[in-house]
């Protein structure tokens, strides 16, 4: 099991930029995959950027050439840089974990952030 812990939420103006932050209470090294979700409302839950085993990452193309999803392993944090951030990036962000136990792999979640874009 994992505990993550989502910070860095907030309001921003149009073509601001956040950094949001997920700690989690064990090594990322154990972890198989971490990534960032969005959950705006009226819309489905959308993947916003997963970092898999061998640094694969992916972004869709909403996102793709404005956010960065990074890792610090000595403070096991995975963070989200949102550049260029639009009204339509306002969600809660959630962070997930993908981890392997036993024969199967189970997901985690984090509480959530809040982002707002807005004038």
């Known amino acids: 099991q994992v505990q993550l812990v989502e910070s860095g939420g907030g309001l921003v103006q149009p073509g601001g930029s956040l950094r949001l932050s997920c700690v989690s209470s064990?090594?990322?090294?154990?972890?198989?995959?971490m990534g960032w979700y969005r959950k705006a409302p009226g819309k489905q839950r959308e993947l916003v950027a997963k970092?898999?085993?061998?640094?694969?990452?992916n972004y869709p193309y909403s996102v793709k050439g404005r956010f960065t999803i990074s890792r610090d392993n000595a403070k096991n944090t995975v963070y989200l840089q949102m550049n260029s951030l639009k009204p339509e990036d306002a969600a809660v962000y959630y962070c997930n974990a993908v981890i392997l136990e036993g024969l199967s792999d189970n997901e985690y979640w984090g509480q959530g952030t809040q982002v707002t874009v807005s004038s």
């Open positions: 970092k898999s085993s061998g640094d694969r990452v």
């Open positions: 064990r090594s990322i090294y154990t972890i198989k995959a």
